[in-house]
C-alpha cells in the first residue's frame, strides 16, 4: 500500500490497487468493531484509512464501488436478535481531525448558504448508538443502529439500565436517540475482573458497552454498569422546542440521562476554545470521549439541510488526536493473582501520558504479550484505553536492539514454581496449586479489605510477614493471633498490636455478606455476596442450597450459582467454615437496618459526583449507607441529595436543571461532623 504518496499524485494503477487493498482492509476492522466488538487496531489507525479510502474515492470516482465499505453505514445485524426496521435511518456522522477541517466544513456550510448559523457543541461519547421507542410515556422498544436501516432488538437488555426510564414525565409518544456508555471506573473494573477470570479484556469502554448489551442473557447487562445520555429527537415538533439545545434540555424534563456539557457557539473563536477546553479536561471526566460533535443549533434548519446517503450534513464529529508516548520496556514482570491467574505486566522507563507518570502496563496474557511481541529493550508506544488505563499500542520496530530475542512464556509459577496451565482453553496462564503462596497471601488481602471483612491495619506487609513466620496459613488462623505474635513483626509496638486485634475481633461481628465476599468465591462480588446473603440469612442455608435456588435471586444468575455451588462442594471448605463458627466468628446475616441510624437521609437518594478530596468516594458512600441514604449512580426526579465534589460534570448540572439539592464537599463534612 503506497500510503505516504498523496492522493492526487497516484496513477490509475496505483489508486485502483490500493482501493482494493484499503476496501478489504477497512471492512474487516469494520466487522471487528462493529460486530465481534473486538478491534484489533486503535480507533485512530482505523480512521486514518477510512478516510484515505474516502479520499482515494473522491479523487477516482470511477473507484468507488456501491459495495464500498463507505458507503455501508456500522454493522450488519447479528443474526441472534430479532430485527427492528428504524422508522428514520439511524445515519453515521461525518468527522474531521483538525479544527481547521471543522472550520472548512463551516464554511461551505456558509457558502451553501446558511449564514452564519449557531453551533450546539456537544461531547462525542464514547459507546454505542441506541434507539428508544416510547408510546404514550412507556418504554415500548429500544434497539443498536445495526446497519442504519435495521438494528438489532435489545430492549429487554436496555430494560436492565437504571439511566433509561421506563415511564417518562409525559405521556407522549416518541422516539429517542443517544448513546449507551461504560463509564471509565466499570471499564477498569470489568476488565480487572477479566482479567482475573482469565477472560479475554474489552479493548475500550465502547466495546465493552457494545459486548454487554449484545447478549441474549439480559442478566449479564444488569451486571454491568451501563449508563446513556441522549442527544437526538427526530420528530423534534414532539417536544415543542426548535432547537438542539432546547431539544437537551427537554430531554431532561422528560426524565432522560442528558450530557449537559453542551454549549452554544457561533464564531471560530468559541468553537476552538470548547474544543481546547475538552482536549485538555477528557481525562478527568467519569466516561470516556472521543472528540466533539458540532451541531446547526436550529432544527428546521437541520432538515432543511438533510443529509447525504450516509451522514447529515448538519452535523460533525472532530475527533479527537491520539495521546501517545513512547517509552523503553526494561521488564516484564510476572504476578500471580487470587484466583491463580498469572499476569504480565510491562515494566517501562516513567513517561508522562495524558496527566499522568506510566511506568507499568498489563500485558493482560501470554496471546496478547506474543500478539504484540513486545521484548525487553524495544521502544514502545504507549496510549491510555478508555483514557485511564495505561496500555501498549504498537512496538517501534526500528528501534529495535539488534541482539533482541522473542520474549519467552514462563512455563512455573513465579512463587511455587508448580506447572502454569491453561484451564478450559482460556488465554490466561493459571497457577493451580492451591497452597501457591502468592495465591494464599492475595486472598488473605481480600478477605481483611475494606469491602470484605475490613479489618484496619491489616495491609499486605503485615500479612507477608505473619504468612512467612507461618503465623496464619488460612483466614482462620488470623482469629488465633495473640499479642505476643504479634509483637515479633517489624516495628510492631503495644498499641499497634492491641489495635490489630481489637480490628479483627470486631470483625467477628460482620454481617455475612462481608464474609461471603471476603471467601473470594469466583464471581461473587460484593453486590451479589450482599444479594445472597439477604435471601439466605446465614452460611448453613447457602451451603445447602442448589445452584438453581441461587441463581433465583434477583439480580444473580446461573453463572454465579454454579460458581457458589462448587465452592461449598469442598471438605475443605467445609472446615475451613467450621474452624471459623469455631473462632465464634458470624455466619448469620444481620441486614442492614441495624447499622443504620434513623436521620434526615435515611431513605433519601443521593448521587456522587466529582472529586472529593479530604475522603474517598467508597468512604463518603459507606457513612451515607450508614445513614440509610441510597447512594444511586444517575441524577433523575427521583434524585434527592446530590454531592458534588470538584470538577463535577454532566450530573451536577442535571441535578441543577432539575432543582435538586446539592451539597459541595464542605456541606457534606459537616453534615458528617454533626453525626459524630
Ligand atoms: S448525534 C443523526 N451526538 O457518534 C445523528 N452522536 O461517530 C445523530 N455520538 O453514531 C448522532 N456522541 O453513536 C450525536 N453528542 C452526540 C454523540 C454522538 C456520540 C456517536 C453516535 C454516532 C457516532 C458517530
Redesign the pocket.
Known sequence: MNKQKPVDQLTIEEATHEVKELSLQVEEWGREYYEKDNPSVEDYVYDQAYQRLVTLEQIFPELQSPDSPTQQV?AATISDFAKVEHQNP????G?VFSVAELMDFNERLQRNGVDHPEYNL????????ISLMYENGKFVQGST?GDGRIGEDITKNLKKIKSIPQTLTQPITIEV???CYMPKEAFAKLNEQRESQGLPVFANPRNAAAGSLRQLDPQVTANRELST?M??V?DYQTLGVTTQSEALTALVKLGFNV?LN?QVATTKEEIADYINGYTQKRNDLEYG??GI?E?VNDLALQEELG?TVKV?RW?I?YKFPPEEAATVVREIEWTVGRTGTVTPTAVMDPVLLAGTTVARASLHNPDYLQQKDVRIGDTVYLHKAGDIIPEISTVELDKRPADSVEYEIPTRCPECDSKLVHLDEEVALRCINPMCPAQIKEGLAHFASRNAMNIDGLGPRILEQLFERKMITDVADLYHLTKAQLLTLDKFGDKSADNLLTAIDNSRHNSLERLLFGLGIRHVGAKAARLIAAQFKNIEALMNASSEEIASVEAIGPIIGDSVVTYFNNTQVHELIQELQNAHVNTEYLGTATEVKEGPLTGQKVVLTGKLIEMTRPQAQEWLETQGADVVGSVSKKTNLVIAGSDAGSKLAKAQSLGIEVWNEEQFRAAMKEDS
Open positions: 456500522g439511524m445515519l453515521s456522522m468527522d456537544e461531547l462525542k461519547i464514547d459507546g454505542l448508538a443502529r436517540r443517544g448513546e445520555f442527544y437526538y427526530p450530557n453542551n470521549i472521543d460533535v451541531k443529509s447529515p452535523e464529529a
